[in-house]
């Protein structure tokens, strides 16, 4: 099966990438207890993208946690032990349960909301040869731009991260082959702001909807 049938979003920006291992990022507002996540990933720790009331629900014994340096303490707080976890700064590469994970730097350049020095993160993790690139809360910046990835997942919802038009602009400078919208329609952003993002995308970059 094709990556991209593996990769769904339950809402606003929670991740789901199955296959072989299972990956989550910024888990929220999850319905059921399935606990089968192998990796948790988390972006920053707003209330919206850590939310430890779901990620009990998807977490299991064995889980390994990835994370900012900078959300060591709501990790604990959420009884999270420093051994199943791997914090990373930003320009870093780890291997996480077979995963090479490269940590970008997420933040609003020009906004309050995510300041550059807290060192939030997006992800692009290789699976199966392909290099899937989670953005996290962020604006366009130089430093997503020069990420090389095959599938994007991005947020266009506006406010807090880039519009549509700064999202799709983003994701054409970046030429990826597949493009996935994300954190609108829910906390921030119109529902419809997805397909306004798509209508700008240049037509060789493929808009896939998951939410």
């Not at 996480?96 to 909301?113: D, E, H, L, M, W």
């Not at 995308?201 to 493929?206: A, G, L, N, T, W």
Request: proline content about 6%; aromatic content about 10%; glycine content about 6%.
């Amino acid at each position: 099966m094709e990556l991209i049938n593996e990769i769904t979003i339950n809402e606003h920006s929670s991740i789901r990438i199955g296959g072989e291992k299972v990956l989550y990022f910024d888990p929220f507002k999850v319905k059921d207890a399935v606990h089968d996540a192998d990796v948790i990933f988390f972006t920053h720790d707003h209330f919206d993208h850590f939310s430890p009331e779901d990620l009990a629900k998807v977490a299991k014994a064995d889980t390994v946690y990835v994370a900012p340096k900078t959300t060591k303490k709501a990790l604990k707080k959420a009884n999270i032990t420093d051994k199943n976890c791997t914090f990373m700064k930003p320009d870093r590469e780890e291997e996480v349960c077979g995963i090479t994970v490269r940590s970008v730097p997420a933040y609003n350049p020009a906004k309050q909301f995510h300041p550059k020095e807290n060192e939030w993160l997006g992800y692009v993790v290789e699976i199966g040869g392909t290099r899937v690139y989670v953005c996290g809360d962020m604006d366009d910046t130089p430093e997503g731009r020069a990420v090389d990835c095959d599938i994007v997942l991005v947020p266009c919802g506006g406010t807090y991260t880039m519009d549509p038009k700064e999202a799709a602009a983003f994701v054409n400078a970046l030429k990826p082959k597949t493009a996935i919208p994300t954190h609108y329609g829910s906390i921030v952003g119109k529902a419809g702001d997805g397909e306004k993002f798509a209508k700008k995308v240049d037509k060789d970059i493929e808009v896939v909807f998951k939410l």
